[in-house]
């Protein structure tokens, strides 16, 4: 039996303990304040950037992995396993899958590592993840793992709803969002992930208590036939109260055997704000726009 390794960049958020728990290693991606560079999640995290941005009104800029720091993870993790499964953001939004898959050609490594364009975002990818390092367990090769993976991947149901369009209108990683500032008081669309990019779903309005309230009433609809494994909580810096809340009404569903709740890291939080909360799970047919 092939010894299999799964790893992926820094945007599947998943939490630490989970990592450990299914022996997920980590590359980090970068965020870039003006001129000074950090590696998400080693040297800045995301109360950081929240008060960087707050007091220079301005969002972080974020890149993808260098190829010398590609090179330098791909080498170590290729002394521990005889095959790799890595993860990427979706390569809408980054080069990473780019700059990993030639490293990994140059390294002839490219029979051994495969690499995954998730076409997702963060634990949009870690749900896909979780499932990979599963498998791996008991596959006898990463090809077996790389197909049911590629098989769930465009049934991953990501979603998230924003308490502020200021950091996704300044990314200008979200079509549509441009349209929206200061169209009105309390607004508050959802975004989903559709094909790998970010579209805008429903708006709400009002306070964010019953905004995120209706939004997870709205992705009940999706979850039915869904795979019962788990759900993500995602959120970067919600209330307290408003997490609880939403993990009683997934709980009043009885539905899923896990329901996680994961923090974004630093890269997610540059882009979609303090207060956003996401619901995410592996449904039973294609993502679909709500």
Wanted: hydrophobic share 40%; proline share 2%.
């Amino acid at each position: 039996m092939s010894r299999i390794g799964v790893a992926a960049d820094s945007t599947c958020d998943l939490s630490q303990e989970l990592l450990e728990q299914y022996g997920v290693s980590i590359l980090p991606l970068h965020i870039i304040l003006d001129e000074k560079e950090y590696l998400d999640g080693v040297d800045i995290q995301p109360k950081d950037i929240y008060e960087w941005s707050e007091q220079v009104k301005k969002t972080p800029k974020t890149s993808a992995v260098s190829p010398a720091e590609a090179e330098d993870f791909l080498k170590a993790q290729m002394e521990k396993y005889d095959e790799l499964i890595f993860f990427c953001i979706s390569d809408t939004m980054s080069t990473t899958r780019n700059v990993m898959q030639m490293t990994a050609d140059g390294l002839g490594f490219g029979d051994r590592v495969s690499i995954i364009d998730s076409m997702n975002l963060s634990t949009g990818i870690g749900l896909l993840v979780v499932e990979a390092a599963t498998l791996a367990r008991q596959a006898e090769s990463a090809k077996e793992v790389v197909d049911e993976v590629l098989r769930l991947r465009s049934k991953v149901n990501a979603s998230f709803v924003v308490d502020t369009l200021v950091y996704l209108y300044r990314g200008g990683r979200c079509s549509g969002t441009a349209a929206l500032i200061g169209s009105a008081i309390q607004l508050h669309p959802s975004i989903v992930v559709v094909d790998g990019k970010m579209q805008v779903g429903k708006k709400y309005r009002g306070k964010m208590d019953r905004v995120v309230r209706n939004y997870v009433e709205d992705r009940i609809e999706f979850m039915r036939g869904a795979k019962k494994d788990r759900i993500f909580i995602t959120h970067s810096g919600s209330d307290e109260a408003i997490v609880n809340a939403v993990r009683a009404q997934l709980s009043e569903l009885g539905y899923f055997k896990e329901i996680l709740e994961t923090r974004a890291g630093g890269v997610i939080s540059s882009h979609c704000g303090p207060g956003t909360l996401g619901v995410l799970f592996i449904g039973n047919e294609d993502a679909k726009l709500s």
